[in-house]
């Protein structure tokens, strides 16, 4: 049988463990071996009852935070001894995040916090930058607002520019915890097409956490996290 | 501009009232110690430049005499325990041409004269009044004690039969230039002197006492043919004249004192209140540090969840930390600049409204560049220095507790 990391898939998990405060009398298991894969071009919901581990996982998916126990391969490399700038910079190209709140910096333009992923890996801005950002805004459909201040755009348009963010780098992964958790119906609407979009016409690859059914429905396959297991895809 | 200064640029401006009272803050701390260092260094400028208006950097003196025992007493002679300390007559520099010669080779000095000083009296009709005579060689000696910048009426001329006068000796012995004077040496030796010019030292006993005639007609008057009592010397270093002193002494075998030596109290003066400066300093700097460091752990708070986001889309530890050690030195830098503006214009200010009685200025201004260089990067080394505890807690911020807030 070939190993999950042989098999060509952006994310592999094997046996993924995550306690809390290990080693003390505390101590709290709240992954309990999670094995899991994602194909490349795959639009995957990940659903599961408030405080099953959802968000846990998903922080070691994104590389936030480490496994107690277990491997995570991005694209095949093993992530489990790499060192922080070794992560951070695997991060940087490879993992795209939207959350339920955009958290765009206020101190920047709409069109600046799209050009922050390529700015940190780069340092200096350049005009190619510039021109790739004002393209994912297009696509967005919010060229008039580029260079408007984060904090003056809607929650929407807000959730838009963070999307747009997180494909700067045209990462194999986006991940995205409760997108649409925020806004209204017409806007959540939007918003996950645009996702949809940038998975249909990019090969993005995605990990959708959410809560919303209707929104599970809709995308290619579920996973359900439920007290710190996964149970199987629920279609 | 990199990622850090374009970040470190905008979180500042974004919370610009914040920025806006720390910048205040090191610019008032700056503004007092450039107010308080111009000032200072005007005043000890003045002050020593007062000082040495008068007098050689260093002056080179005959040894005193001092009593000899007596050797070889024959026996049953008993003398009293008590040696009397022996007069100082008028005495000449041995070998004086020599020890002038070999000065003037050395590169630390500048100007090498010789002087005559004796004791007189200048007498006109029934006044008379006791002088101070120093003989001079006028070319030279004017560039250690610049007389000709203080001569109110006549010409710095002296020929054997001149003499420049105080303008306080010329009134109590109403002389003015071209009359002339008696002057009548301890020596008894009488010479008929005119008034060539008169000077104002800004000093009545110097004024009064003070008197310049040609080396020679001092040598004749003090009975000191070909002798001189005193090599007068100015150094280029004003402040290594002890330095350049104790070589003099070591190379000639002649004693030579610095001003430094002779005016000790004014030195001591002058370094207490340097330390006191110093002092002042250190504590505004610590201020300056305070003030920073408090503005940038509050801001590392408000902008944890920017920082959380930063760090998911892939900044380093390193970069968020040069981002907060930035802030520190834009903020230290721009204080320092606005204090260096701020107390350069408040000494401005107080030079030209608190004047002498006269209306003339209290002392002249004297402010040098590297003052702004030096509080400039002291405040930024300050800065940096006060943002290095938020920055490292910026750094080591976790991303998933950051952005959760």
Request: aromatic fraction near 6%; include cysteine.
């Amino acid at each position: 049988m070939r190993s999950v990391a042989e098999s060509g898939h952006i994310l592999t998990l094997e046996q993924v463990t995550k306690t809390y405060a290990l080693g003390r009398p505390n101590a709290l298991e709240v992954l309990h071996g999670i094995d899991m894969a994602l194909d490349r071009g795959e639009f995957v919901a990940l659903v599961g009852p408030s405080g099953s581990g959802k968000s846990t996982l998903l922080n070691i998916i994104g590389l936030l935070d480490r496994p107690t126990t277990g491997r995570l391969l991005i694209r095949g490399a093993d992530t489990s001894a790499m060192n922080d700038a070794a992560l951070t910079a695997l991060r940087n190209e490879s993992i795209g995040f939207v959350f339920q709140q955009s958290y765009l910096l206020s101190a920047f333009s709409a069109i600046e916090n799209v050009m922050m992923p390529m700015l940190l890996k780069h340092e200096f801005p350049t005009e190619a930058m510039r021109t790739r950002a004002g393209e994912l805004l297009a696509d967005m459909g919010l060229s008039a607002w580029a260079d408007h201040p984060a904090s003056n755009l809607s929650g929407g348009q807000q959730q838009r520019v963070a999307i747009a963010r997180a494909l700067a780098m045209s990462p194999a992964l986006i991940l995205a915890d409760e997108p649409t958790g925020n806004l209204d119906t017409h806007s959540a609407d939007s918003v996950f097409e645009m996702l949809k979009k940038a998975n249909t016409e990019l090969g993005t690859t995605f990990l959708i956490v959410t809560h919303n059914e209707a929104l599970a429905e809709r995308c290619d396959r579920t996973l359900e996290v439920v007290d710190g297991q996964l149970t199987s895809a629920v279609h | 501009m990199p990622f850090e200064c374009i970040t470190a640029l905008r979180f500042l401006k974004e919370g610009r009232m914040q920025t806006l009272a720390i910048v205040s803050g090191v610019a008032i701390g700056v503004g007092v110690i450039v107010f308080m260092s111009a000032m200072l260094t005007s005043l000890q400028g003045n002050f020593v430049k007062r000082v040495l208006m008068a007098q050689a950097h260093i002056q080179i003196l005959p040894p005193e005499e001092s009593a000899r025992p007596l050797r070889g007493l024959a026996s049953g002679i008993i003398y009293a325990n008590v040696i009397q300390r022996p007069t100082q007559r008028l005495r000449s520099i041995d070998q004086w041409q020599t020890i002038i010669a070999q000065l003037r080779r050395r590169a630390d000095i500048a100007v090498v004269t010789p002087t005559v000083s004796a004791a007189a009296l200048a007498v006109r009709g029934n006044a008379s009044r006791s002088i101070t005579l120093t003989g001079i060689d006028g070319d030279d000696y004017f560039r250690i004690v610049r007389i000709p910048e203080y001569i109110t009426a006549g010409e710095p001329r002296l020929t054997s039969n001149d003499i420049i006068i105080g303008s306080e000796l010329a009134r109590q012995l109403g002389v003015s230039v071209g009359d002339k004077l008696n002057v009548i040496a301890a020596s008894s030796t009488t010479r008929s002197l005119t008034v060539s010019a008169v000077f104002d030292l800004g000093n009545k006993g110097a004024n009064e006492r003070s008197t310049f005639v040609a080396l020679r007609t001092a040598q004749s008057l003090a009975a000191l043919n070909g002798g001189v009592t005193s090599i007068d010397m100015t150094v280029h270093d004003l402040y290594a004249a002890e330095v350049v002193a104790q070589s003099v002494s070591a190379s000639t075998g002649v004693k030579a004192e610095s001003w430094i030596v002779t005016n000790a109290q004014l030195f001591s003066t002058l370094s207490a209140q340097e330390m006191s400066f110093t002092t002042i300093q250190g504590f505004v700097a610590l201020s300056v540090a305070f003030g920073v460091a408090s503005v940038l752990i509050v801001s590392v708070i408000q902008r944890s969840q920017d920082i959380g986001i930063l760090r998911a889309m892939g900044a380093t530890q390193y970069q968020m930390l040069r981002v907060f050690l930035l802030q520190g030195a834009i903020l230290g830098g721009l204080g320092a600049a606005a204090g260096s503006a701020l107390g350069i214009g408040a000494l401005s200010v107080f030079h030209a409204v608190v004047r002498l009685q006269d209306g003339s200025e209290l002392f002249p201004l004297s402010v040098r560049a590297s003052l702004f260089v030096w509080s400039i990067s002291l405040a930024t080394i300050t800065g940096v220095v006060a943002a290095a505890l938020p920055a490292v807690t910026a750094a080591r911020l976790d991303p998933v507790d950051a952005i959760r807030g």
